[in-house]
């Protein structure tokens, strides 16, 4: 059961009306669960204003659209979260991806520049290892999007 808001939680709240279409009323009913139809709004759109914060980079912009081009490919044979084969295949594309839109041509490096180097310790410790820091960078998102990538599982879950 969805839980009352206080009266100090309201009155930082401006009630408002909005006119949308049913199908994405529903849509938006179901996606918020117990956390409530308004909940759910509320979360979408301040989603909306935080990516409009970030700086955009065109190049991964084009690599975040690219990807979802292949999910979509993909859709046709099945989810590639859901399927070994496909999750592997799905990795595959993303990695051709990411090397086609690459800047410099990779090379057989086996260390980063100095300079790179400095910025990582200075970013993440003394003690990060070049050789595993895409594995930090991707956990360390994940974690910062933890709620979502729970729903996400949990709703996974219970279809089936």
Known sequence: ?????????????????????????????????????????????????DDEKREGDPVTDLLADLTRQVDLRFRDVGRWYEDPWICNKFKDALGELASSLCLVRSQSVSAPEPATLSKLHAKYGPDVKPES????????????????????????????
Do not use: C, Y
């Open 1 to 49: 059961m969805k839980r009352r808001k206080s009266i100090r939680e309201t009155k930082a709240m401006v009630q408002t009306a909005l006119w949308l279409p049913r199908d994405m009323h529903e849509q938006l009913k179901q996606a918020g669960g117990e956390r409530g139809l308004g909940d759910e709004i509320r979360r979408r759109l301040q989603r909306t204003f």
């Open 133 to 160: 820091i895409g594995t930090l960078i991707a956990r360390a998102a994940l974690v910062e999007n933890a709620t979502e990538q729970l729903r996400l599982r949990s709703a996974g879950e219970r279809k089936g």
